[in-house]
C-alpha cells in the first residue's frame, strides 16, 4: 500500500526565515511525485512535478526536491503570503494508479 | 476559463436525505475526480472517471454514487446521508497524460445531522 507522511504537521516561520517542508513515500515504483498549495476554504493548487531522484524544480521562493525515499519543499525568505498548507501526493506505476496524498503541513509565517 | 466549478457550496442535510453534488469543467479534460477531505485524514478519493460514460471506484466509495453523462460533468449522489459523510467535497479534473497535475474545484461543505 501506498504511504505518503509528511512532516511537520504545523511550522510557524518569521519573515525571512528560511526552511523545509518533509514528505516520505513508501510506493511500489514512482511515476510521479507532486506538491500542492492549498489555501484556507479553496482547493489544492497544483505546485510541481518531480519524476526521479536528484530532479529539483522551482518557483519564485519555492524549490522541490526529490530522492528515493523523501522529497523536500525548501521555502527560502518567505513572505506572509506564503502561509498555506502545503500537500505532497504520490503515484505510483501501473494501470489504474491513483494519487495518494499526505495530510499536509500548514505553514504560518509572521511578518 | 472558469476552469472547475462545483455547485452547491455548503449543505445542510438531515441523516437519511438524499442530494447530489455537481462538477463542472470546462478545460476539456478526459479524467475526472471526486474527493473528500476531513481533518487529519488528508485527501481521499471517492470515485472517478476516466472519459464520458465511465466511471470507478476510489479508496472510499460505499454510500456514494457517480455519473459522468457529458465529458464536462461530473455528479456526486448520496442516496442516505450519514453523519459520517459530514466533510469538504472536492472534484478535480485532469489530462490523461499528465494525471498528477490536477485541477481543483472551490469545495462543497457537508454537514449532515
Known amino acids: 500500500e501506498d504511504q505518503v507522511t509528511q512532516s511537520p504537521e504545523a511550522l510557524r516561520l518569521q519573515e525571512g526565515e528560511s526552511s523545509s517542508l518533509n514528505c516520505s513515500y513508501t510506493?511500489?515504483?514512482?511515476?510521479?511525485l507532486f506538491w500542492y498549495r492549498q489555501d484556507p476554504g479553496k482547493g489544492p493548487e497544483f505546485l510541481f512535478t518531480l519524476y526521479s531522484a536528484g530532479e529539483e524544480k522551482e518557483k519564485e521562493r519555492l524549490k522541490a526536491t526529490l530522492t528515493k525515499k523523501e522529497s523536500f519543499l525548501h521555502i527560502t525568505a518567505p513572505k506572509p503570503e506564503d502561509s498555506a498548507t502545503y500537500l505532497c501526493a504520490v503515484q505510483a506505476n501501473g494501470a489504474n494508479s491513483k494519487l495518494t496524498f499526505g495530510k499536509g503541513i500548514t505553514l504560518s509565517v509572521r511578518p | 476559463n472558469a476552469g472547475v466549478t462545483q455547485t452547491p457550496k455548503f449543505r445542510v442535510l438531515k441523516t437519511g436525505q438524499s442530494m447530489t453534488l455537481l462538477c463542472a469543467q470546462d478545460?476539456?479534460?478526459?479524467?475526472m475526480y471526486w474527493y473528500r477531505q476531513d481533518p487529519g485524514m488528508g485527501l481521499r478519493l471517492i470515485h472517478y472517471?476516466?472519459?464520458?460514460?465511465?466511471?470507478a471506484k476510489g479508496e472510499v466509495p460505499d454510500g456514494y454514487n457517480v455519473s459522468r453523462l457529458k465529458k464536462q460533468n461530473f455528479l456526486l449522489g448520496l442516496e442516505s446521508a450519514a453523519p459520517s459523510q459530514t466533510s469538504v467535497y472536492f472534484c478535480?479534473?485532469?489530462?490523461?497524460?499528465?494525471?498528477?497535475?490536477?485541477?481543483f474545484g472551490p469545495g462543497t461543505r457537508l454537514t449532515v445531522l
Open positions: 478535480a479534473s485532469s489530462r490523461p497524460t499528465s494525471e498528477g497535475t490536477q485541477y
Open positions: 478545460m476539456n479534460h478526459e479524467y
Open positions: 510506493v511500489s515504483g514512482l511515476r510521479g
Open positions: 472517471s476516466v472519459g464520458e460514460g465511465t466511471t
